[in-house]
């Protein structure tokens, strides 16, 4: 059986929906990869990778007010290029800052009442100290199936208010300006890597790379953070094993929050749930070393961070939409 003379044709009718309602090659190059279609795949198709597969894909198929496709283009030409607006310009960098400002105004909040929740006694304490956590939530998580991972982030603060108290909750409230900004930062920078890269290996190696900038970041962010209220604590929440804990609780829900904020909802919501079971068990058990609160922690953080660098390295983790902010 020959093989179709223009076997680009054959695809674009096969995903001819995706193609239709794509508002850019981007769109298709991610939603091809989320598919399976890889660059040696792309190749049969007569391209040498999946974006210059979908540009061509993008290119040939009409749209609504727009004549049907025309004679099939010489095998060799380059297709025609859609007129791309990339993350970064003055068309996008206006409204998003617009979006951004008032949201990035409110960072400072949940350590505002959790200071002030360790000014007063009794219920008010409380009821600071948990409008701070709920404002955290909001802040992190965006609204929608993300914010389950935001529950199940709960009992790992409550579990922490428990041992070391309210005052043990005061350092990972200030990192939460240094974790949006970090959020922020690395959605930008790699809906920027992608419309740069032109093949799906060249962008999976930057996205991890710009992902391990942004988990080193932040947990220098948190350390410094830590480093400089620590003689403003309690001495129940300055001891070292809180400190340790505090690090690497903060570092898990940083992992929760990326993959929240790109739609990878059930990884987002694991990593926190089976934390809180892991510490669950260990207040339940007799004689549990403080220590080892801190290390389920951190054995969750890098057991996600495995699934985590595989679907942030995807291009179609990328190619919506910026995270939002407002």
Do not use: K, N
Not at 12 to 24: F, N, S, V
Not at 79 to 87: D, F, K, Q, S
Not at 166 to 181: D, Q, R, S, T
Not at 286 to 291: E, H, K, L
């Amino acid at each position: 059986m020959r093989a179709p003379a223009d076997p680009v044709r054959v695809l674009m009718h096969r995903h001819r929906e995706l193609c239709e309602r794509a508002t850019d090659p981007l769109e298709i190059a991610a939603a091809l990869e989320a598919h399976g279609v890889t660059d040696s795949t792309a190749a049969r198709f007569r391209h040498r990778d999946v974006f210059s597969l979908a540009e061509e894909l993008y290119a040939r198929t009409p749209r609504s007010g727009e004549a049907a496709e025309g004679p099939a283009r010489p095998h060799g030409t380059p297709p025609a290029r859609a007129p791309l607006a990339p993350p970064g310009t003055a068309r996008h960098r206006a409204p998003a800052r617009r979006r951004r400002l008032p949201r990035r105004l409110l960072t400072p909040l949940p350590a505002a009442l959790v200071s002030a929740g360790m000014a007063v006694p009794g219920p008010l304490q409380a009821a600071l100290t948990a409008a701070a956590v709920l404002a955290g939530g909001v802040l992190l998580y965006r609204p929608g199936r993300a914010r389950l991972a935001a529950l199940c982030a709960l009992p790992l603060v409550a579990l922490l208010w428990y041992r070391a108290g309210p005052g043990a909750l005061l350092p990972p409230a200030v990192a939460v300006v240094p974790a949006v900004w970090c959020r922020d930062w690395f959605a930008a920078r790699s809906r920027r890597r992608l419309a740069g890269s032109r093949s799906l290996r060249e962008f999976a190696g930057g996205a991890r790379a710009l992902l391990a900038g942004s988990l080193l970041l932040f947990t220098a962010g948190l350390a410094a953070t830590q480093a400089a209220l620590w003689p403003l604590l309690p001495p129940a929440a300055a001891g070292w094993a809180v400190t340790a804990q505090t690090t690497a609780l903060g570092v898990l829900l940083f992992e929760s929050v990326l993959l929240a904020a790109h739609g990878f909802h059930r990884a987002a919501a694991a990593g926190p749930a089976v934390a809180g079971a892991l510490h669950l068990l260990l207040v339940a058990l007799p004689g549990a070393p403080p220590a080892l609160h801190a290390a389920a922690s951190g054995a969750t953080a890098a057991v996600l961070l495995v699934p985590a660098s595989r679907a942030l390295a995807g291009a179609f983790a990328h190619h919506g939409p910026p995270p939002r902010t407002h």
